[in-house]
């Protein structure tokens, strides 16, 4: 029987790719989204697949999906559905905000949880959650909620990451850290990249290879591996500072 792989988002963008790689490898992939007509698409191209449409911004969503999937005894989630808006944080609307933390966080934490207890009592499974460089910055000017989105998906992760090797646990938790990735990513932020991005394709490989390497961290490209390392070592405010000049050159009326 293949063994079966859970990825939100997979309508566009990483969890796409994300779900052609397992697809390759011979995995049964479930795609979750809201956008049922592109997760339709996609199935049509994997070998095997179930589209389950949903908003993972609401608990009740989240719920369905694990009641949906639960029976399928996964052997991967990836929780990558998320999104991120830029602006300075006094401008950006409260419900944009409110929505990115229940997807980004919530309903990560949700699947994670229900999951993971699954995992814990077979003792076998997988979980990628989709965090970003972001994730390992101390903070992100004009871009506020979304590094602290974030900042929670490498916390949880490394934290729950420790907790199953102590417990000589054979489940594995990885966080995904890519920086600029060439998604649809940028037109919901209303962003543009000030460095240059990798693609999806490659991000979902180096995801996948992390993923079953068990590593806790996987940063797809060197470059910003190594620059996360040195802004944790910086000092707090000059690091803060730095990142603020970076996010800057992501406005687009500063083209
Ligand atoms: N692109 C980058 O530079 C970059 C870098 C680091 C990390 N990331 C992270 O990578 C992940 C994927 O983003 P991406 O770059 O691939 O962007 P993307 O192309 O915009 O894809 C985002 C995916 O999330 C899904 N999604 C958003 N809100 C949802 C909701 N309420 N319920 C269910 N699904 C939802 C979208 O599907 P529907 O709209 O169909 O629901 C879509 O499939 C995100 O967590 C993002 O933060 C991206």
Do not use: W
């Not at 300075?88 to 933390?101: G, N, S, T, V, W």
């Not at 814990?120 to 460089?133: H, K, Q, T, W």
């Not at 991005?197 to 806790?216: D, H, M, N, T």
């Amino acid at each position: 029987m293949a063994r079966t792989a859970l990825v939100t988002g997979a309508s566009s963008g990483i969890g796409r790719e994300i779900a052609r790689e397992l697809d390759k490898r011979g995995f049964r992939v479930i795609l979750a989204a809201r956008r049922e007509d592109r997760l339709r698409e996609l199935a049509e191209e994997l070998s095997d697949s179930r589209v389950i449409a949903c908003d993972l911004s609401r608990r009740e969503e989240c719920e369905r999906l694990y009641e949906e999937t639960k029976a399928e005894r996964l052997t991967v989630l990836v929780n990558n559905a998320g999104f991120g808006k830029l602006g300075r944080f006094e401008e950006i609307p409260l419900d944009d905000e409110l929505a990115m933390i229940d997807t980004n966080v919530k309903a990560l934490h949700i699947l994670t949880k229900l999951f993971l207890q699954d995992f814990i009592r077979e003792d076998r499974g997988y979980i990628l959650n989709v965090a970003s460089s972001a994730g390992l910055m101390p903070g992100g000017p004009l871009m506020a909620t979304y590094y602290a989105t974030k900042a929670y998906v490498t916390s949880l992760t490394g934290a729950i990451y420790e907790e199953l090797k102590q417990a000589d646990s054979s489940v594995s938790i990885s966080a995904l850290c890519p920086g600029p990735v060439d998604t649809e990513f940028n037109s919901v932020a209303n962003a543009q990249f000030g460095v240059k991005s990798i693609s999806a394709e490659y991000c979902a490989k180096r995801a996948v290879e992390g993923l079953f390497a068990r590593q806790l961290i996987i940063t797809p490209e060197r470059g910003m591996g190594l620059a996360a390392k040195a802004a944790q070592l910086a000092p707090r405010r000059i690091s803060l500072a730095i990142t603020g000049q970076l996010q800057s050159g992501k406005q687009k009326d500063k083209e």
